[in-house]
């Protein structure tokens, strides 16, 4: 499968997307989230891609990785083609590598095979949270804190569980673990998101989708069981492809931000 065919894959998924929404189907959108939970640190793009070739997907590397890992692809299994880009250094006059710069030069075709697509030792187990997100909720307040915004909880703004607004968020106290934690991924997201031209170019209804598929996200790539999993996904389709696309750009890499910050452990397939 060439770049070409891979792109025109892509752009297949993205329509049957749009369109499963257009026609209200909002699991579908669901079903791509949480395979971006799983896949936090690949493209919104390559997270389509995996979705649509294999949904099922649980961990997925290169042919080589997974021989690192002590285990191998079966012999006939079809790998799953994602884009992977192209670095060329570029020296300008200068003799030493270490002046050297690098650039993308573009994109080629890479194949990842799933975990249950090969076989030998097993992988590392990692915890899961399952209901309590523990250190996650203070790992979060402190990435709140780093980026510069205020944090209080109070209950000035009952009924509402949070509100944000330009440098500050406000949570409701006494919320479950589990809650008290999405409400501030998706006060977090709004803060990261919803600033400046973003704010002026998106409706109230895009931004709070936005805010909330954050919250899925991660809380889905921690193991947290949350309410955000009833959210109408539906809302982000405007009847535009390309500001479908956008949003969940935007989707991944505020996810992908802040699960950086909060949950760095290492992954030996990334």
């Known amino acids: 499968m060439n770049t070409d065919n891979v792109k025109q894959l892509c752009e297949e998924a993205l329509r049957r997307l749009a369109t499963a929404l257009e026609q209200g189907q909002s699991d579908a959108l669901k079903t791509y989230l949480a395979t971006m939970a799983r896949f936090h640190k690949y493209s919104w793009g390559n997270v389509l891609l995996i979705f649509t070739q294999k949904p099922n997907a649980s961990h997925v590397a290169g042919f080589q990785t997974w021989r690192k890992l002590n285990r191998s692809v079966r012999k006939g299994e079809k790998g799953i083609a994602i884009f992977a880009p192209m670095i060329v250094k570029k020296r300008n006059g200068a003799e030493e590598s270490e002046d050297a710069q690098t650039r993308l030069y573009g994109f080629r ?81 709004h803060e990261l998101i919803h600033k400046g031209e973003r704010r002026k170019n998106t409706s109230k209804t895009v931004r709070e989708t936005e805010a909330e598929a954050v919250a899925f996200v991660v809380c889905h790539s921690i193991g947290l069981d949350t309410n955000t999993a009833a959210s109408d996904y539906i809302r982000l389709y405007q009847g535009d492809q390309a500001t479908l696309a956008e949003s969940l750009e935007v989707i991944q890499k505020t996810s992908a931000e802040i699960l950086r910050a909060i949950a760095p452990a290492p992954d030996p397939l990334q």
């Open 109 to 189: 075709t890479a194949y990842v095979f799933d975990e249950s697509q090969t076989d030998g030792e097993p992988l590392p187990s990692f915890a899961t949270v399952k209901g309590d997100p523990k250190q996650f909720t203070a790992d979060l307040e402190t990435l709140i804190g780093e980026r510069g915004i205020t944090l209080e909880y109070t209950d000035r703004i009952a009924p509402a569980k949070g509100m944000s607004s330009g440098g500050r968020i406000e949570v409701l106290p006494g919320l479950p673990p589990a809650e008290q934690f999405s409400v501030l991924v998706h006060e977090t997201a």
